[in-house]
């Protein structure tokens, strides 16, 4: 499992599960959700710490990001990220 502190709330996550497949969970720390699937853009955030614990960049989730005018670094779709390390503090923001 994973801490991850999203706008002061902190949740576990569990490492190697996509966030959007774990959305109902992520929802209560306050990101929204749309189609859980990297295109609709709606789960944009911003990782504040702990990018080196996070999964890359899929060619979806840059296309949609590109897409929603949002490739910037730092700024990722929230249902696309996977913890892929233990121990690690990550923090992300909404808008
Ligand atoms: S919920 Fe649609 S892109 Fe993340």
């Given amino acids: 499992m994973a801490k991850v502190k999203i706008n002061n709330k902190t949740i576990s996550v569990p490492v190697g599960v996509r966030f959007g497949e774990i959305h109902h969970d992520v929802e209560k720390a306050g990101i929204e959700f749309g189609c859980t ?19 890359e960049v899929s060619e979806q989730e840059e296309e949609t990001l590109w897409r929603i005018g949002e490739y910037e670094e730092n700024r990722r779709l929230a249902c696309q990220l996977v913890v892929v390390k233990e121990g690690c ?7």
Avoid: A, P, R
């Avoid at 699937?37 to 999964?55: P, R, Y």
């Avoid at 503090?89 to 808008?95: A, K, S, V």
């Fill in 89 to 95: 503090e990550i923090e992300l923001e909404t808008d």
């Fill in 37 to 55: 699937d990297g295109q609709c853009g709606v789960c944009i955030c911003t990782v504040k710490k702990g990018h080196e614990c996070l999964s």
